[in-house]
């Protein structure tokens, strides 16, 4: 596997359900993320980590919990999600958080709340 | 408020010519801008950047132009090609901003027609 890669690729989930994304990267980089693209809206930054501390959370509903075990994986757990939670979640990573340092995406995750 | 703006949802060029994409913004602080390329079922690619210090950057097909003063930047690919089909984002960062965090539009589909 080379660089950035997410399972699984769909989700459908009920709202009281419980389930974990996964991301990871294979590209030796120190920062990972979390996006969110709903739809007709912008990609939406929502959590970084550098070197498996978390320096960002932006403003984030506690029903998304993500983890980073270590630089190379970051999951996102998610529980009791609305059907507004339906998105494209893409996971990216970066050398280092720097503004200069270019992001690499994973394909993303599909998930729909019924 | 959107902070960065791409007013055209879809773009459709005939092979071969000009395609130009723009981009709006409103935040004067920021200073570093980026463009990325999305194709289906893939995640964002990173494509080409550009400093405020500069006003044009040139990499092969693709020259991202950008007015200050305007608040304004473009990616122009020339000649067009069939594979650029694809959705574009364009995307800033400020100097004082939180880490790693990008601003991106909604994105524009460009479709190049054999």
């Known amino acids: 596997e080379t660089g950035v890669t997410q399972t699984p690729r769909h989700l459908v989930m009920g709202m009281t359900n419980k389930k974990s994304l996964k991301c990871e990267q294979h590209?030796?980089?120190?920062?990972m993320y979390w996006y969110k693209q709903s739809a007709k809206k912008p990609l939406e930054l929502m959590f970084v980590y550098s070197l498996e501390e978390r320096v960002e959370n932006n403003s984030v509903p506690s029903r998304f919990s993500p983890e980073c075990p270590n630089s190379s994986h970051l999951f996102l757990h998610l529980h009791t999600l609305q059907p507004e939670d339906s998105a494209l979640y893409l996971c990216a990573s970066s050398l280092g958080t720097g503004r200069l340092n270019e992001q690499f995406f994973g394909p993303g995750t599909r998930l729909t709340v019924l | 408020d959107q902070q960065v703006k791409q007013n055209s949802p879809s773009l459709s060029v005939q092979e071969g010519r000009i395609s130009i994409l723009n981009c709006d913004y409103t935040?004067?602080?920021?200073?570093?801008f980026l463009w990325y390329k999305k194709y289906p079922a893939e995640g964002p690619t990173f494509l080409i950047s550009?400093?405020?210090?500069?006003d044009k950057n040139e990499d092969g097909r693709f020259t991202v132009f950008l007015n200050k003063s305007a608040k304004h930047l473009s990616l122009h690919i020339v000649p067009s090609q069939p594979g650029d089909s694809a959705v574009y984002f364009c995307a800033a960062s400020s100097l004082g901003g939180s880490q790693g965090n990008l601003i991106f539009g909604k994105g524009t589909k460009l479709s190049v027609k054999p």
């Open positions: 590209l030796g980089h120190n920062a």
């Open positions: 550009i400093s405020s210090i500069k």
């Open positions: 935040n004067s602080m920021f200073d570093y």
